[in-house]
């Protein structure tokens, strides 16, 4: 007999919330509290309230696009599920390096974002972004053509554009609201986090994480130049327990993560994006002037790009897409 079959007793506030609630509720019942370029975090409050446990979020992937920073109005249908079959697929396999946030990506998933959502814990957020670098580019290659450092770590003289480095480097910056995040070092990281050590195993786990997916990416013929994390805290005890350091957000996508193909690879010049050098290419030679809005991009242009992101999840994650959307189909 079921729970609440079994007993006379009236129910406890545990089992009116449980048999109060529908199993999966629909976008719109939930709140949203995050809103960013083209992802949104919604609370799941009263969907899955269990007491003493804070209840999850739900982080959800649009299909929109960004270049220059500016989000184009044409939608790059299945973008969403491969950035978020993609992070699935970089949390289970690095789930031994460090614990992540994920909880499903089906139990509570609403149907019309089923594939491109995903249940996560809600974690107290660490106030530093985690950038690790295996290769000199983009911001990185700026500040080190300043002062031959970046974030504080001194590099070996003569570098060229997009070269190498002789091992992975910890760049944090910061979380701003608006604007762009602001580079820092690894002492400006403790200052803000407050914990010394706690930095010392963020970094390292950083650093490992980005070291094992870089490999695994090369073999599969994608250059991980750089990417980033956000870790936060867990408290799994009620009250009083050990904080856990969680990895959180997406991991290892093409939208947190630099990919080149490593197929022409080559050094003294910027690589193109994985993904993203259709839109680029086309952006650029179609005299837009970078700055907001973005223009519609053209049908093959969002063809070529969607079958870029298409074989990103292909290569890394070594299957099929169709099996991604077959296990998340509602
Ligand atoms: C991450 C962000 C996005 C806009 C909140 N597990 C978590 N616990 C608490 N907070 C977060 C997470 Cl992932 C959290 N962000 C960043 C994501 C849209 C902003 F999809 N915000």
Not at 79 to 93: E, H, P
Not at 181 to 197: H, K, Q, S, T, W
Not at 291 to 318: F, L, S
């Amino acid at each position: 007999m079921s729970e609440r079959g079994r007993s006379s007793a009236p129910p406890s506030d545990r089992q009116a919330l449980v048999a109060s609630r529908r199993v999966t509720a629909t976008l719109d019942e939930l709140p949203l509290i995050a809103r960013g370029k083209v992802r949104e975090v919604y609370d799941m409050e009263g969907v899955e309230g269990i007491p003493g446990v804070p209840p999850p979020l739900l982080m959800v992937a649009s299909d929109r696009i960004s270049t220059y920073d500016a989000v184009h109005p044409t939608p790059i249908p299945d973008k969403g599920k491969v950035l978020t079959g993609l992070s699935v697929f970089w949390f289970a396999k690095t789930a031994g390096i460090v614990a992540n946030h994920l909880i499903s990506a089906t139990d509570g998933v609403p149907d019309e974002v089923r594939g491109r959502a995903l249940v996560v814990r809600r974690l107290q957020m660490l106030p530093v972004e985690c950038v690790v670098r295996g290769y000199i580019t983009g911001s990185g290659w700026k500040d080190y053509q300043a002062t031959g450092s970046v974030s504080g770590i001194a590099l070996p003289d003569g570098l060229r554009e997009s070269e190498r480095l002789p091992e992975p480097i910890f760049t944090p910056s910061t979380k701003a609201d608006v604007g762009h995040d602001e580079a820092i070092d690894f002492e400006g990281a403790v200052a803000l986090v407050g914990d010394r050590v706690l930095m010392e195993r963020v970094r390292d786990a950083s650093i490992e994480l980005y070291s094992f997916a870089a490999e695994h990416a090369l073999a599969n013929g994608l250059i991980l130049a750089d990417t980033k994390f956000e870790f936060g805290l867990y408290q799994s005890e009620p009250a009083g327990g050990a904080h856990a350091l969680v990895l959180g957000d997406e991991v290892l996508t093409p939208d947190s993560s630099r990919y080149w193909p490593a197929d022409g690879y080559e050094v003294g010049h910027g690589q193109p994006s994985f993904d993203k050098q259709y839109v680029r290419d086309w952006a650029s030679a179609s005299g837009w002037d970078k700055k907001p809005p973005a223009p519609p991009i053209p049908e093959d242009v969002v063809a070529g790009t969607r079958a870029r992101y298409v074989e990103a999840y292909e290569r890394i994650a070594g299957e099929p897409f169709q099996a991604w959307l077959d296990r998340t189909a509602p």
